[in-house]
């Protein structure tokens, strides 16, 4: 039987997949290995959503099973992910549970969980709570059932806590803010604002079917256009839990997690706060990043794709992590991504600094990159195949240190992806479409 747990929590199409039986169950499950030390002999644990319509009647089936396996449900509303995460640790709360598909489609939902502290949950918890969802799960009665409250000050502790992690002003900066209709529609714009900019946000309407839709952090059009029609300063633009952040600069050219990265562990170099000088990024960041890091005197620690590899190599005592995505880690901030966090920071660069974007994202150069994603019917056979290796080796010939080749399997396909970056477009296309073609016929 497949695992329930994925990459990144238990994910579906809302009502198909994810019913309201199953995150009823799963949430009892999750009081049982979550809650089964809780210092108050109570668990307390704190639910919030995105903005999805399914994601009322999850957060309500959620709820339900916390409270009837004896749990008490505090109810943030529709806030970011990494607001959840805040949150169960500034309640002193036992875990918490976010009911969001980040930059999936409207239809599709998830469930994640956050253990005390906000810290993201081990392969090994996540066995235990799925291996408890078959189990005889408690059933208490009478004044031993969990009670459900509502936490009106969710969003201002929020917002605080974003105000302290940024304590440079935005003033004199007029930032296009796009909220992908998302959690971030009413947090997002109110913290830049409340940091001195002046916001113009887009995306920022949901109505429960609208997320992602055309917009946010993975279609980027509409801010691109949106900032040169107001001749702003910046865009930034999140997903529909707000733990990403992609910008726009004031040309209209993209900015991405990468470039992202270099800006704030320059930054960080300059002030003395980033630990050993080390940033840590997956195998998917643009070699450009790499080069760039060289010359400024930054270490990149390389893992495997996946917030939650970054996060396990940030806790060897790093400051500064992410993914090409924009999904950016800062752990003297919060344990996970923030996105609302990751543009505050990156706003006040530009404003500190008084130098364009532009000019800030331009200490790296992106190399072309091509992507091929190869159906094969053995994902984990096709790096041990000899014409496999032989493609390989001849292709990182012909880059000769210029480029690089990577073959990566897929997490949940039978597919492995074939990334080549070069010196120019042209070079990285049929050098992909080579080693591709080697890889489709294994």
């Given amino acids: ?77 529709v806030v970011p992910t990494p607001a959840v995460a805040f949150l169960t640790a500034d309640y002193s709360a036992d875990f918490g549970v976010m009911i969001s598909a980040s930059h999936n489609p409207m239809p599709d939902n998830g469930i994640k969980f956050f253990a005390r502290g906000g810290h993201k949950l081990p392969d090994d918890v996540e066995d235990a709570i799925e291996a408890a969802m078959d189990g005889s799960l408690p ?116 900015v991405d997690g990468d470039h992202i990265m270099a800006i704030l562990a320059m930054a960080m170099k300059e002030r003395g706060t980033l630990t050993d000088d080390v940033l840590v990024a997956t195998v998917m960041s643009n070699l450009g990043l790499h080069l760039a890091m060289k010359d400024a005197g930054i270490e990149i620690k390389v893992t495997g794709v996946g917030d939650r590899y970054v996060l396990e190599e940030l806790r060897n005592g790093y400051a500064l992590g992410g993914e090409q995505s924009g999904h950016i880690v800062i752990p003297e901030s919060g344990t996970t ?63 000769n240190g210029s480029g690089r080749i990577l073959l990566r399997p897929s997490g949940t396909e039978q597919l492995v992806r074939v990334m080549v970056e070069a010196g120019t477009a042209d070079d990285a296309r049929a050098i992909a479409q080579r080693v591709a073609q080697v890889v489709a016929s294994v």
Avoid: W
């Avoid at 199953?22 to 049982?32: D, H, I, T, W």
């Avoid at 107001?230 to 633009?237: T, V």
């Fill in 1 to 77: 039987m497949a695992r329930l747990f994925g990459t990144d929590g238990v994910r579906g199409r809302a009502n198909d997949q994810l019913t309201p039986e199953l995150a009823m169950r799963l949430a009892s499950a999750a009081v049982v290995v979550l809650g089964a030390d809780s210092s108050s002999g109570r668990p307390r644990v704190v639910v919030g959503r995105d903005p999805r319509a399914s994601g009322e009647f999850l957060e309500a089936a959620l709820c339900a099973g916390l409270a009837a396996a004896g749990a008490d449900a505090i109810r943030a509303g």
């Fill in 139 to 254: 059933r208490p009665t009478g004044a031993g059932v969990g009670r459900l409250v509502d936490a009106p000050d969710a969003e201002e502790r929020y917002l605080a806590h974003l105000a302290a992690s940024v304590p440079g002003r935005l003033d004199g900066l007029t930032l296009v803010v796009d909220c992908a209709n998302g959690a971030a529609s009413q947090v997002g714009p109110k913290a830049y604002a409340d940091a001195g900019a002046t916001v113009i946000a887009i995306h920022a309407e949901p109505d429960g079917l609208n997320i992602n839709d055309g917009c946010g952090s993975t279609h980027l059009d509409n801010l691109q256009a949106a900032v040169l029609e107001h001749g702003s300063d910046l865009g930034l633009a999140h997903d529909g839990d707000a733990d990403r952040c992609l910008a726009v600069d004031s040309t209209g050219a993209v």
């Fill in 337 to 399: 991504g923030d996105g609302v966090l990751t543009g505050l920071l990156l706003a006040q660069r530009v404003a500190e600094t008084g130098t364009r974007l532009a000019d800030l994202a331009g200490v790296m150069t992106v190399l072309p990159q091509e992507l091929i994603n190869v159906k094969v019917s053995d994902k984990h056979a096709v790096a041990s195949d000899d014409s496999v290796q032989k493609a390989v080796a001849a292709a990182e010939t012909e880059l």
